[in-house]
């Protein structure tokens, strides 16, 4: 288990101060859903005509249809991504220096540039210049450029967390530095890491929706068409909430599976991660021990 670092365990009054905050805030956010049924209700939005149109055979087809343009941008983004943060992740750490400032530089631009203006600038400013593909590429290609970072800096610091000595040895036995990398360090890394880079492609699978603005055809997109055409845009929306709440989920049970398995795989304890900054925090914490 990784240690407390940010701050020291909450002591008995803590956690009774803490629990009966999280029993107000409970009975706050219960409230306020009850005022909200109680107005949807009022103004008949639960009337059984606006859920109708999702029992038709036809616009289930119409939001599946969705729902696989969303995996499928999302697959194709997830896997270049992840093979370009690695690459952008490696050139940060290399020993040559101009290398190190070229990805370093790429880092710090996109993922300081919102989402949002990368997928216009694709959708938008590309064809301009002459650059013309589907728009489902428009859409990975943003998704690419802005995940792409995000997980180079999850990649970075989880090869930062581990012990020096394990490239030392590495070194010892003759191995060049990218066979100490590829043979040693990044294996053991990739166990540390898992938690946090699902967490980032379930930001991707999620990112995707942003495609409605270049007309991409995912599941958003669907909904609010099939909202508009039926008169029940609420009810739309809350279907296609239900879908990524089931394939986000679904990921995240297949994340706490793949953590179980290597525990069990190579008998070790248990690492908890909650993301890109505890994994920095561990790595500056073993820099200076």
Do not use: C, H
């Not at 969705?66 to 992740?89: E, I, S």
């Not at 603005?213 to 055409?229: H, K, M, N, P, S």
């Not at 029940?232 to 679904?250: E, G, H, K, P």
């Amino acid at each position: 288990m990784t240690a407390v670092i940010l701050a020291d365990a909450l002591g008995p009054r803590a956690r009774r101060r803490v629990w009966i905050a999280s029993v107000v805030a409970g009975v706050l956010v219960a409230a306020a859903i009850g005022v909200a049924v109680q107005r949807l209700a009022a103004r008949d939005q639960f009337d059984a005509r606006l859920w109708e149109p999702f029992t038709e055979p036809a616009v289930l087809r119409f939001f599946l249809t969705g729902l696989a343009n969303t995996l499928k941008a999302a697959l194709v983004a997830m896997g270049l991504a992840l093979v370009v943060g690695a690459f952008l992740a490696l050139g940060r750490l290399a020993r040559n220096a101009p290398v190190r400032w070229a990805a370093g530089a790429w880092v710090e631009f996109f993922r300081a540039v919102p989402l949002l203006l990368l997928i216009y600038f694709s959708g938008l400013g590309l064809p301009k210049y002459g650059i013309d593909l589907p728009v489902f590429w428009y859409l990975v290609l943003a998704l690419v450029a802005y995940n792409s970072t995000v997980l180079a800096e999850i990649f970075r610091a989880g090869i930062l967390s581990l012990d020096r000595g394990q490239s030392e040895a590495a070194f010892a036995l003759g191995l060049s530095y990218w066979q100490t990398m590829f043979t040693v360090i990044v294996p053991q890394a990739v166990r540390r890491m898992v938690p946090a880079i699902v967490s980032s492609l379930v930001t991707l699978l999620k990112d995707t929706s942003l495609g409605y603005v270049i007309t991409y055809e995912e599941l958003l997109r669907r909904g609010r068409l099939a909202g508009e055409f039926y008169g029940n845009m609420l009810q739309s929306l809350v279907f296609v909430a239900a879908f990524y709440i089931v394939v986000n989920f679904t990921l995240s049970q297949i994340a706490r599976r793949l953590e179980l398995r290597q525990r069990r795989r190579y008998n070790a304890g248990t690492i908890d991660v909650g993301g890109v900054e505890d994994l920095a925090t561990v790595a500056a914490e073993s820099r200076r021990a």
